[in-house]
């Protein structure tokens, strides 16, 4: 938890970006009946029957000091996947840094193992010595500032039916558009000094 924090408090640089990412499934859900349009009055009507039409993954990475947002989504959540994703954060999107600072949970598809099960082992080698790892800890992922923003794109963009791939790509893309022109930065205010006050029943206690 500590070591997340302190990643927090690091100044922007833009050779060295804190870049927090995250993944989510979502289920489609088509409409067995069309809905009833709005009347003076009556907000639209949807029937409680739905059709399920499969899961998507969606992967979300931020960078909270730029105030950037990057959205992806696809058909599964493997080992492959998230290698595709890396290699995309890394080489279209940060190919400059130095270093990316990732932020993530210990899924135990974000390692290296899953660069070198998709790539070649020196394609694997030079993304993953492109990356600064630090883990969330265990039921620790409110730390993830990539998980807010998740819940962010689902409460404006995606609490209601998505009937396929298509629509969900469409949506999140004009999402991802939306948030990022608006600029929204986001200052993490809790320290690691905040922690040991309020959160000192997760510490050991010392005696002697």
Known sequence: MEDVLDVYCRPYDALRPVVCMDEV??????????????????????????????????????????????VKVTGRRTRLDWAQWIRELSDLH?????KIVLVMDNLNTHTAAS??????????????????????????????????????????????????????????????KERNATDVKVEWRFTTEDARIKLKQLYPAIHG
């Open 94 to 98: 940060y190919p400059d840094a130095l």
């Open 115 to 176: 660069l070198y099960e998709a790539f070649e082992p020196q394609e694997a080698k030079r993304i993953w010595d492109r990356l600064e790892i630090h883990y969330t800890p265990k039921h620790g992922s409110w730390l993830n500032i990539a998980e807010c923003e998740l819940s962010v794109l689902f409460r404006q963009c995606l609490s209601r039916r998505i009937p396929n791939r298509e629509f969900l790509e469409r949506e999140v893309a004009a999402w991802e």
């Open 25 to 70: 499934p979502k289920q489609l859900v088509s409409e067995v009946r069309q809905p009833l349009p709005p009347e003076p009055g009556q907000p639209v009507r949807y029937d409680f029957e739905y059709r399920r039409e499969g899961v998507c993954n969606i992967f979300l990475g931020c960078e909270p000091l730029r105030g950037w947002r990057h």
